[in-house]
């Protein structure tokens, strides 16, 4: 991987990315796009861009959730690795072992102490949140989630924890691949997979409660992970 800093970013990244390129990247880091408002299709601030040499890709903007985002928006407290940083090497490790996530591009931050931060990844072609399609098209759905259920049984096989991970953070594409977005604040899992299996049940099931989504989504992606020998 290499670094470098350019007008005060500091970037890391796998692809053999210019000066010119990373410029064009940093042009886009303000404003931050605003984030999403619905599980449907995530939570994720956002912008897109065709960068030159390499294609479509999305820039993630870290911003904070819960009561300390009224205070602090987009600023962290520097204890090591960059939240960007973290992401884009487990998304690395990740694909690494076959797992359908975003490619990651680069990841860059702002500030010492405080800082700010961005992620950079490939764009999915053209693609819909499996929130969003099972209110649409239950067939596709019903062919989407034992993919989803493989892929989700690649991270419990591997001991990773995607802490979030529900239908707004899996999309779909045209041709019926699923993906899996998201990984902020993922981590290795030193727990058994069996618990680490129940953690991934727990949380897509509140999401289909608490968002109203058809039961049948959380019925059929827990028998398929039920299933899943781990």
């Known amino acids: ?19 010119p390129q990373l410029r064009t990247l940093a042009g886009f880091f303000h404003p931050p796009a605003p984030a999403a408002g619905s599980v449907l299709d995530g939570r994720t601030s956002a912008s897109r861009l065709q960068l030159d040499g390499v294609g479509s890709v999305v820039i993630k903007h870290y911003r904070r959730g819960g009561l300390l985002r009224h205070l602090v928006k987009r600023r962290y407290l520097n204890f090591g690795k960059t939240r960007s940083q973290q992401e884009f090497e487990l998304l690395n490790a990740a694909g690494a072992l076959g797992v359908n996530v975003p490619q990651p591009v680069a990841y860059a931050h702002r500030g010492r102490l405080f800082y700010q931060a961005w992620l950079i990844t490939r764009a999915i072609g053209e693609s819909m949140s499996l929130a969003r399609l099972s209110l649409q098209d239950e067939a596709q759905t019903r062919r989407a989630v034992p993919l989803i259920a493989e892929q989700i049984g690649l991270l419990i096989q591997n001991h990773i924890l995607h802490v979030d991970l529900h239908p707004g953070n899996v999309v779909v594409d045209g041709r019926g691949r699923v993906y899996l977005l998201d990984f902020d604040k993922g981590r290795f899992y030193r727990g058994s997979r069996k618990k680490l299996r129940c953690r991934y049940i727990a949380r897509w099931q509140r999401a289909i409660v608490k968002h109203r989504l058809p039961e049948t989504l959380g019925d059929a992606l827990t028998n398929g992970l039920i299933n899943i020998r781990i």
Do not use: K, P
């Open 1 to 19: 991987m290499q670094t470098r800093t350019v007008d005060s970013y500091h970037f890391g990244f796998s692809l053999n990315l210019t000066e």
